[in-house]
Structure formats: structure tokens, C-alpha cells
């Protein structure tokens, strides 16, 4: 087991490479995360404040 940690010598250098990616990815994952609910609180504030749009009629488009 010691020798699977100790990977012929290179451990040391392997190990902590791998933790410090392992941070980064999650500190990027964590903030988008936290990102993309701001923006969605933030689109559905705006959907709220706003009226509502009408859609064209489809129908009405194709008959011109």
C-alpha cells in the first residue's frame, strides 16, 4: 500500500498536484454553481417586473 502512495519516488510531487486540481475544480464548480442561481433569481426578478409579451400569431404572419 505504501508503495501505491509512494509511486517509485514521485509521490510527493504527484499527490499534492492532485489535491491542488481537485481544489481548483471544485472552487470552480462551486462558484458557477453559485453564479447561475444568482442569474436565475436574477432573470426571474426581471421576468416579474417586466409585462408580459404578446407572441405574434403565427397565422396572421404567414397570411401577408
Known amino acids: 500500500m505504501t508503495e ?3 509511486m ?3 509521490g510527493a ?6 489535491g491542488i486540481a481537485v481544489l481548483v475544480i471544485g472552487g470552480l ?3 458557477s454553481l ?3 442561481r444568482a442569474r436565475e433569481r436574477e432573470l426571474i426578478e426581471l421576468e416579474t417586473a417586466s409585462p408580459p ?3 405574434r400569431d403565427q ?3 404567414d397570411a401577408t
Open 4 to 6: 501505491i502512495f509512494n
Open 29 to 31: 464548480i462551486f462558484t
Open 59 to 61: 397565422s396572421s404572419e
Open 53 to 55: 409579451r404578446r407572441r
Open 34 to 36: 453559485r453564479r447561475m
Open 13 to 18: 510531487y504527484v499527490w499534492p498536484a492532485w
Open 8 to 10: 517509485g519516488g514521485y
